[in-house]
């Protein structure tokens, strides 16, 4: 499946599904089965952090309940006005509850640095970030993510929910996009 495309496979479905299950670990031992605050809250973005997240909830030994939000950045990518939009909000009120942010990666953490700002107004019990992928830039922006699976260098890369113009999603692994496909 689009194999002219893809230059290179950066992270296989063997290695994300071990990271995965090494991630579950270290964050179900931060949340008790049977806490006060109720079940774990994971939110994911829409719609990169969909299939990390549904791994990720059945890969965790405590009971998890799932939340979706979708947003967008005004401008361009390179911005760093840090300005979104909220396209699709959480369907239910976060107070009191443990939250987990789930992001499938971490580029300039614009996106990131004003969730985590708009969520803890709402006032969670705890709020905490897991992604599978972090960019270098990420540093940049300041943002505390407890829990990261893969650092990679800063290159452009597909599949595993990561898109190029909404292509490429369901690549079970994460790969190098072929520089002819973006008109490089
Ligand atoms: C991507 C990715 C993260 C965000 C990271 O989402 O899934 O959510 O960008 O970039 P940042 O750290 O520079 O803010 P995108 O906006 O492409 O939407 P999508 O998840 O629907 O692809
Ligand atoms: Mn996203
Ligand atoms: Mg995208």
Request: glycine fraction near 8%.
């Amino acid at each position: 499946m689009y194999e002219g495309d893809i230059a290179s496979v950066l992270i296989s479905e063997e290695e994300i599904r071990e990271k995965t299950a090494e991630l579950a670990a270290i964050i179900a031992e931060r949340y008790p089965v049977d806490a006060p605050e109720g079940d774990l809250l994971l939110v994911g973005v829409l719609k990169g952090a969909v299939f990390f997240m549904t791994d990720l909830a059945r890969a965790l030994p405590i009971p998890t309940q799932m939340e979706f939000m979708a947003v967008s950045s005004y401008g361009s990518s390179t911005s760093s006005s840090g300005v979104v939009r909220i396209l699709k909000d959480l369907d239910k009120d976060i107070a009191g509850r443990n939250v987990l942010i789930v992001e499938d990666i971490i580029d300039s953490g614009l996106t990131l640095s004003w969730l985590m700002r708009n969520l803890s107004t709402r006032n969670p019990a705890s709020l905490e970030v897991v992604t599978l992928l972090r960019k270098p830039d990420a540093v940049k922006a300041d943002v505390p993510v407890a829990n990261v699976g893969f650092d990679i260098p800063n290159e452009f890369v597909v599949g595993y929910g990561l898109d190029y113009a909404e292509r490429y999603r369901d690549l079970p692994y994460i790969g190098t996009l072929e520089p002819t496909v973006y008109g490089g």
